[in-house]
């Protein structure tokens, strides 16, 4: 009980304790889980996705139970807000379903939709096919929608007319694999979207782009003042901006501004400073 004493001090969550043999009458698993959850049954509305800043997966027609419960588990685990199932997707509430999510469900938005009400919401929307863009090279946008296809059919004719961006998982050249599985193929893409949606990556190539291009210019400051040539006011004033702008971006995309602005201002303007030192010595 001791490992629970968090989770049962959360909220209002009144904990009845039984038995093991109880519990193993109450489940339908030969090794039952040392707890048990009972919650009301209903689904969430659809109109949520009003919000500009929700992020969801569309399963068309995933019909298999265990792939639906591993699915919402995965959104779970990389904070995917909502999970939107069409009318021929297995069940939210079929057995094999709650227990492939082992408890994720009780944290995800759940709904049931079909593709015009989902197009409805105007929603960048991203598909998983045979063929399309590399997902290596895709940038998914945070608060996007997901569509994944059957197991089977992939995704259906009507839905594909929707999706802005097909994208596709690449494989070795000497596969024999046709397809990978639903929801393996889901946990690969959800790794990637939340990878490109983290800011500690978005700081990460923010800066080190900054530092690269401010690097290249004084290159080519020192390459154009070996061969003596002068740089227009105009230009310098330009380069000025440039890094300006790029700072006041990067600090205003990360809050920065807010939260650390003093210290960060005065490092944008000294590296400011720095490059009017440069460009000026020329």
């Known amino acids: 009980m001791k490992k629970y004493l968090d989770f049962l001090s959360y909220g209002t969550v009144e904990p009845d304790i039984i038995s093991t043999k109880e519990m193993e009458q109450i489940s339908t698993l030969k090794t ?75 944290n995800l938005l759940l709904t049931t939709a079909d593709y015009k009400k989902i197009s409805s919401f105007k929603r960048p929307m991203y598909g998983t096919y045979i063929e399309g863009k590399d997902l290596q090279t895709t940038v998914i946008e945070e608060f996007a929608i997901l569509v994944m296809g059957s197991e089977g059919k992939g995704i259906s004719a009507e839905m594909d007319n929707w999706i802005q961006h097909k994208i596709t998982i690449g494989g070795a050249k000497n596969k024999l694999a046709e397809s990978l599985n639903v929801s393996v193929a889901a946990g690969i893409i959800c790794a990637h979207w939340k990878k490109w949606c983290s800011p500690l990556f978005w700081d990460t190539c923010h800066h080190t782009l900054f530092l690269n291009n401010f690097l290249k210019v004084i290159r080519l400051f020192m390459s154009l003042k070996r061969k003596r040539v002068k740089i227009k006011f105009a230009n310098k004033l330009r380069i000025h901006l440039i890094f300006g702008y790029t700072l006041i971006r990067v600090l205003i995309r990360h809050g920065y501004l807010v939260n650390q602005s003093k210290r960060l201002i005065l490092i944008a303007y000294a590296l400011v400073i720095l490059s009017c030192m440069v460009t000026s010595y020329f």
């Open 32 to 106: 039952p889980s040392d707890i048990f959850l009972l919650l009301d049954k209903r689904e969430d509305d659809t109109n949520i996705l009003l919000n500009d800043h929700i992020s969801a997966i569309y399963l068309d027609g995933v019909q298999d139970p265990g792939n639906v419960g591993t699915i919402i588990r995965t959104a779970d685990w990389f904070g995917i807000d909502m999970i939107i199932r069409s009318e021929e997707s297995a069940d939210f509430f079929n057995p094999k379903v709650v227990q492939a999510s082992m408890g994720s469900m009780a």
